[in-house]
């Protein structure tokens, strides 16, 4: 059976009470999801030490949304993957299309990210996603099949299925994306796993993680998860409410 990943990053959102408001309203949709989904959730920095103490000894992976690919020293600003592991961190996303468009991140960072993350024994969750452009091109796969190949560059193959992949149409985030239909999405992640099963062999390909996220929302997330290689859910505003996350929720144990 596999396994549904069900997670949310806040991006820059929320207060110190709404971060608390909101753990305390999913902790028991989270207990008591079944062992076929696996909860997360990426708040800001300054709440990761919170979020994860509130989410001790439960079923909720906390990730952090960036990191540096360096350990200490003098990277004013930056925070480095002690930093998050001492928060209680096991997760860190990397690479969003946010990050690559406004702050600079590359592939070439992304890759450096996830090699630093996985010598570290975080959990890296690369985002990767094709521009409006590139896709009126037809050029999505050849672009998100690239990114993924610089991210896992020099990734030991025994630690390729400990990153976990999204597939993040940039077109389809945020207030004016349009979500990927279904059918868009699942070739993009069809088109995934046979490029690491190319790279990779059959048996690591199967045990990556593939999640989707862009406008995720209550009406398609049945469709998506119903897809072969979609193995999961990445949200940003349906699951900002808790209402919202602990819907997703349910709709992923219907999947169990
Ligand atoms: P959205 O954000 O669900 O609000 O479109 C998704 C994301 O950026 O990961």
Redesign the pocket.
Known sequence: MKKLWIGT?W?MNKSKAEAQAWTLATREAIESSPESVQPFVIPPFPYVDQVSQAFAESKAVVGAQNMCWQDAGAFTGEVSPLHLKDCGATLVELG???RRAQFGETDETVNKKVLAALKHGLTPLV?VGDTHQEKAWGVSIESVVRQVKIALHQVPSAEVSDVII?Y?PVW????H?TPATSAEAASVHDALRVALTDSFGEDIAQRTVLLY????NLENANELLSQTNIDGL?????AWNAEGYCHLLEIARAHS
Do not use: L
Request: charged share 25%; aromatic share 4%; glycine share 22%.
């Open positions: 990053s991006k969003h299309s946010e985002c999204a993040e389809a985030i945020g207030e994306g996220g862009g406008s995720v990445f949200v940003g505003r349906t």
